[in-house]
T-cell receptor, first 110, second 116 residues
Framework: EDQVTQSPEALRLQEGESSSLNCSYTVSGLRGLFWYRQDPGKGPEFLFTLYSAGEEKEKERLKATLTKKESFLHITAPKPEDSATYLCAVQANSWGKLQFGAGTQVVVTP | DGGITQSPKYLFRKEGQNVTLSCEQNLNHDAMYWYRQDPGQGLRLIYYSQIVNDFQKGDIAEGYSVSREKKESFPLTVTSAQKNPTAFYLC???????????????FGPGTRLTVL
């Protein structure tokens, strides 16, 4: 059975204090790994798709990387507006079903 | 302005009532999905539809029903058979990119359902 585990569950950072979120996965035949950002009471906002080990993608202060067993979301010099829950999901089969992790709640304080 | 809309934003249901959540998209996407989100848990798939007039059960379909009569619309009915319906419901859509690539799902703003 496909499994996705995110750690830590919660992360509190000072503004400018860089850190990384982890997404470990067990899936047969990874087709893609997704990162989303979710603000309280809102729907997830798409950030990145990673397809193969070694791939990296960046957007502003966020950088996502992928290995054969896990993905990292690095937040460089975070600002308070980066506070959100970050969700990781994997797609293993052909029609689009996503398996989500429980998310990491990030709070960035000034 | 393309996107996914869900209505209502908040919904209150008395026990024993059926309620219907609306999901509309103008992205011309073929596939649509319904997820349920509970605190501390990942999103769980309720139903999905890859094409008009066809849909399949996801992981937690019991107590829910859907229809897909139009490409743009995928309403979800929460029936009285759903024992614990209080949750945040999210609709998503995607379109196949072809080849070996995967298709990105885009989400609506969600509907929060509370059972009184």
């Amino acid at each position: 059975e496909d499994q996705v585990t995110q750690s830590p569950e919660a992360l509190r950072l000072q503004e400018g204090e860089s850190s990384s979120l982890n997404c470990s996965y067990t899936v047969s035949g990874l087709r893609g790994l997704f990162w989303y950002r979710q603000d309280p009471g809102k729907g997830p906002e798409f950030l990145f798709t990673l397809y193969s080990a070694g791939e990296e993608k960046e957007k502003e202060r966020l950088k996502a990387t992928l290995t054969k067993k896990e993905s990292f979301l690095h937040i460089t010099a975070p600002k308070p507006e980066d506070s959100a829950t970050y969700l990781c999901a994997v797609q293993a089969n052909s029609w689009g079903k996503l398996q989500f992790g429980a998310g990491t709640q990030v709070v960035v304080t000034p | 302005d393309g996107g996914i809309t869900q209505s209502p934003k908040y919904l209150f249901r008395k026990e024993g009532q059926n309620v219907t959540l609306s999901c509309e998209q103008n992205l011309n996407h073929d596939a649509m999905y319904w997820y349920r989100q509970d605190p501390g848990q990942g999103l769980r798939l309720i139903y999905y539809s890859q094409i008009v007039n066809d849909f399949q059960k996801g992981d937690i379909a019991e107590g829910y029903s859907v229809s897909r009569e139009k490409k743009e619309s995928f309403p979800l009915t929460v029936t009285s058979a759903q024992k614990n319906p209080t949750a945040f419901y999210l609709c998503a859509s995607s379109t196949p990119s072809g080849g070996t690539r995967t298709d990105t799902q885009y989400f609506g703003p969600g509907t929060r359902l509370t059972v009184l």
